[in-house]
Structures are given as structure tokens and as C-alpha cells.
């Protein structure tokens, strides 16, 4: 037990149990105010790592939505995409318009390259090229022309086939294997040279005339 002098006149005693349920009281108030402290000190650290933290990357699971064909998740998940490549890959696969999708696969490749989506973006641009190559044989295979575009010649048949991908929503075109070199033409023909030359200029790829095969 022990004597307290409170003002030097009056003696306050105070048993060893009252200071100890003092001492608790403190800790426990000394706790509180840490946790709050804490609580108060969370979000902000929360926000700082929204932004300098990394993206989220939805990659692999695009690829299981888009190989099990579930447009729907693919709906789902459209808005919680951040990074460039997977939103426009996003917006590709769920577009009905076949030129748009092109053009999004294509600048998913030449924009925003990356090594989990760009085999899904190249064969997305093949079969677009088949399927339009295909509409267009028909459209002109009762029509005789004399004239085609020509934008390159290639040793190599892939390098053909890669830049029949980026050519693939401007013009249908198609690979000519002649004399060794594959040559990326133009499916359609023109009866005249003005016609050619009229469908050149609204292509962003340099071209020259040659005689339809």
C-alpha cells in the first residue's frame, strides 16, 4: 500500500489493486488509440497501392472465356479490364462487326503486343482473311478481270502470311506462290487500270498493278 500527498496537504491512500487496475486501464486505452491509428492508416496506404501498384492481368482467363466460348463472362468481365491489349482483344471477340474486330486485332498486335494474346489475335485474322477471301471469290469469279493489286513479294510464307494479317482489314487478299516467291494480291480484279489504281489509293500500303493470273 501506498501514501499519496495530493497538493502536499491531504494524503490519498492507493492500494496496490488500484494501481494496477490503472495501469490496465492505460494499456488498454494505449491499445485503442494504436488500432485506430491503424484503421485511419490502412486506406491510405490502400490507395497508394492502386496507384503505383500493377494492372491486373484478366490474360488467362480471356483465353479459358473465349475457349470455352462464354460470351457472356466475357460480357462480365469487359469492365473490369485495365490493360490496353486485353481490352481491346475484349472488345474484338465481342464485336459482330468482322472489320472492326479486324482492326482491334490488329492493333492489339502492333500497339500492344502481347505474348499470351497475340497467337489468339493472329488466327482471329486468319480466319477473318479466309472468310472474306471466300465472299469475294464468289462475288467475282463469274466477272473477268485483267488487272489486280500486288502489295509484296516474299521468300518466306510466313512472313506472307503476317503481312496478309495486318493487309486483312483494308483489302481481301490472298498468297500466289509463283516462281518461289509468295506474292500477297489483291482477290478482286479490275477490268481497267483507273479501277486499280482508284482502290490503291485508299489503302495505307504501297501497291502496283500486275496482270490479274
Same mark, same amino acid.
Given at each position: 500500500m501506498n501514501i499519496w500527498h495530493i497538493g502536499g496537504t491531504c494524503p490519498v491512500t492507493i492500494t496496490f489493486e488500484q494501481r494496477s487496475t490503472t495501469m490496465y486501464v492505460l494499456r488498454r486505452a494505449l491499445q485503442a488509440l494504436f488500432l485506430l491509428s491503424l484503421i485511419h492508416l490502412v486506406p491510405l496506404l490502400d490507395?497508394?497501392?492502386?496507384?503505383?501498384?500493377?494492372?491486373?492481368?484478366?490474360?488467362? +482467363?480471356? +483465353? %479459358?472465356?473465349?475457349? %470455352?466460348?462464354?460470351?457472356?463472362?466475357?460480357?462480365?468481365?469487359?469492365?473490369r479490364v485495365t490493360r490496353p491489349a486485353e481490352k481491346l482483344l475484349v472488345e474484338a471477340v465481342l464485336t459482330e462487326d468482322g472489320p472492326k474486330a479486324a482492326r482491334l486485332y490488329q492493333e492489339q498486335l502492333s500497339s500492344h503486343p502481347d505474348p499470351l494474346l497475340d497467337q489468339l489475335s493472329r488466327s482471329r485474322l486468319r480466319s477473318y482473311a479466309k472468310a472474306v477471301g471466300a465472299k469475294q471469290e464468289k462475288r467475282t469469279s463469274a466477272a473477268?478481270?485483267?488487272?489486280?493489286l500486288q502489295f509484296g513479294s516474299f521468300g518466306s510464307r510466313s512472313n506472307a502470311e503476317e503481312f496478309l494479317q495486318r493487309l486483312a482489314p483494308h483489302?481481301?487478299?490472298?498468297?500466289?506462290?509463283?516462281?518461289?516467291?509468295?506474292?500477297?494480291?489483291?482477290?478482286?480484279?479490275?477490268?481497267?487500270?483507273? %479501277?486499280?489504281?482508284?482502290?490503291?489509293?485508299?489503302?495505307?500500303?504501297?501497291?502496283?498493278?500486275?496482270?490479274?493470273?
Open positions: 490507395s497508394e497501392a492502386v496507384e503505383t501498384g500493377e494492372e491486373t492481368s484478366y490474360a488467362s +482467363l480471356i +483465353l %479459358q472465356y473465349v475457349e %470455352q466460348d462464354k460470351v457472356y463472362l466475357l460480357e462480365k468481365l469487359r469492365n473477268v478481270g485483267s488487272f489486280t483489302i481481301p487478299a490472298t498468297i500466289y506462290l509463283e516462281n518461289g516467291l509468295h506474292k500477297v494480291r489483291s482477290l478482286e480484279k479490275f477490268s481497267n487500270r483507273e %479501277q486499280a489504281e482508284r482502290i490503291a489509293a485508299g489503302i495505307p500500303f504501297n501497291a502496283f498493278i500486275t496482270a490479274a493470273p
